[in-house]
C-alpha cells in the first residue's frame, strides 16, 4: 500500500482475490479507510485470479469509497480478469484502466 503526495492511495495485489485472499485485500481498504482514505487505486496487474469473493470486495470497497466522496478504480488487470469484470459488470460502475499511470491521472468522478 502506497499513500500518494496527490491523495490517492495505490493498493497493489499479488496472486489470486479468493475466499482465502480478499479479507486481506478488505483489511487494507479498512486500514485506508480508519485514516479517511477514499481515493484509491488498485493494481491488478500481478493477480492470476479472481472469484466472487474478490469481486465482492471490489463492490464494497468502491461503495466505501464514493459513499466518502472518493472513487476505486481499478488499474492494469490481466485480460482474464478484465474479461470477469466486464461480463459481471463491474466495469459501469467501477473505473477499470489498462495502466496504473492511467488510474493515477484520471479525473475526478463527475
Not at 61 to 82: I, K
Request: aromatic share 4%; with cysteine; charged share 15%.
Amino acid at each position: 500500500m502506497t499513500n500518494r503526495e496527490d491523495g490517492v492511495a495505490l493498493v497493489s495485489v499479488h496472486g489470486p482475490i479468493d475466499l482465502s485472499t480478499a479479507p486481506q485485500l478488505r483489511e487494507a481498504m479498512h486500514a485506508l479507510f480508519d485514516t479517511g482514505q477514499a481515493r484509491i487505486v488498485v493494481d491488478l496487474a500481478d493477480v492470476d485470479s479472481c472469484d466472487s469473493i474478490g469481486l465482492g470486495t471490489f463492490a464494497y470497497g468502491h461503495n466505501h469509497c464514493v459513499a466518502s466522496g472518493g472513487f476505486l478504480r481499478l488499474a492494469a488487470p490481466p485480460p482474464p480478469l478484465a474479461n470477469l469484470l466486464r461480463v459481471v459488470g463491474l466495469t459501469g460502475p467501477i473505473p477499470v484502466h489498462d495502466t496504473i499511470e492511467d488510474a493515477l491521472r484520471a479525473g475526478a468522478p463527475a
